[in-house]
């Protein structure tokens, strides 16, 4: 796959989530707790998104973000969006932002594209459930059930369009006007949240123990980022002394890297699923505010 090793961290701690769900799926199958089989499919979608995201579906060019978003100061991947590209290109020309506001607002851009693929895997989806939905021809219970499991998907569609242009509206702000210094939150994955959050169904209260919650989810997640940049930088080194031929500093060199290694993948693990129950918290809560 020709991965980084923080590629390759990342890429752990996604499939031990899925297996994990997988896992609690079986059990729930087991107990005739899935008859509509929507958890299945969103297994399968999710499935698809992390195969799609390192480049595992067989498509060439089909990795999401890289999460060395910025190497030697240049970009490693495109934005394959011009609106995005050239909100892009402004802010780089502006003089508003320093290097590490650069690389911060990078990392959102990315987030974003990340957003849309993700959005534009689950519209396929859909509609290939609506092309099979319609060529029944007689009505029965299972199509009833299937009914709401299209129902189900269209409200999900709806909550990433909106949280996408929601995204874009950020992005434009950020990009024309620089960061804001009283800012609340500053990693793309916690304002996203933030502002899904301040649109649910909560009260003053239950916000207010949510930006708690994200406060300590953003820590959390700089400190994923540290080891990151840590691994990377083991990675690099342990190529170099590789090379020297000196055994004592390559064993030395080796257990660093595999201690980084295994700390990136278990704060992945927990950064990731942290993030699913967060987002699930929300989206019953902008479900009952459709109801």
Do not use: C
Not at 102 to 118: A, G, P, S, V, Y
């Amino acid at each position: 796959l020709h991965l980084s090793a923080v590629k390759l961290a990342e890429l752990h701690s996604d499939l031990k989530i899925q297996e994990k769900d997988e896992l609690s799926w079986k059990k729930l199958k087991a107990e005739g707790l899935d008859e509509d089989g929507e958890k299945e499919a969103k297994l399968r979608r999710n499935l698809n998104v992390i195969m799609t995201k390192y480049g595992m579906n067989g498509k060439k060019d089909s990795q999401l973000v890289d999460t060395n978003y910025i190497k030697d100061g240049t970009e490693s991947d495109t934005l394959d969006d011009p609106r995005l590209e050239k909100l892009w290109s402004k802010a780089k020309t502006s003089g508003k932002f320093s290097d590490e506001e650069l690389d911060k607002l990078w990392r959102e851009f990315k987030h974003h594209k990340e957003k849309i693929h993700e959005y534009n895997i689950l519209l396929e989806t859909v509609s290939r459930t609506e092309d099979i939905h319609k060529n029944v021809i007689n009505p029965t219970e299972e199509n009833l059930v299937k009914e709401e499991i299209l129902h189900n998907k269209h409200r999900e569609l709806k909550e990433k369009l909106r949280s996408i242009n929601q995204g874009f509206e950020r992005l434009r702000k950020v990009s024309h006007q620089g960061y804001d210094a009283t800012s609340e939150f500053e990693e793309p994955r916690v304002i996203d949240l933030w502002d899904m959050a301040k649109s649910a169904n909560f009260t003053e209260k239950e916000l207010e123990s949510f930006r708690e919650e994200l406060k300590h989810f953003e820590a959390k997640i700089e400190k994923h980022h540290h080891y990151q940049k840590q691994l990377e930088i083991s990675h690099q080194k342990l190529k170099h002394v590789e090379g020297t031929g000196d055994k004592d500093h390559l064993n030395r060199n080796k257990e660093k890297y595999a201690m980084l290694q295994e700390k990136t993948k278990e704060l992945g693990y927990k950064v990731k699923k942290h993030l699913q129950d967060l987002s699930s918290r929300i989206s019953q809560g902008l479900q009952h505010n459709e109801l």
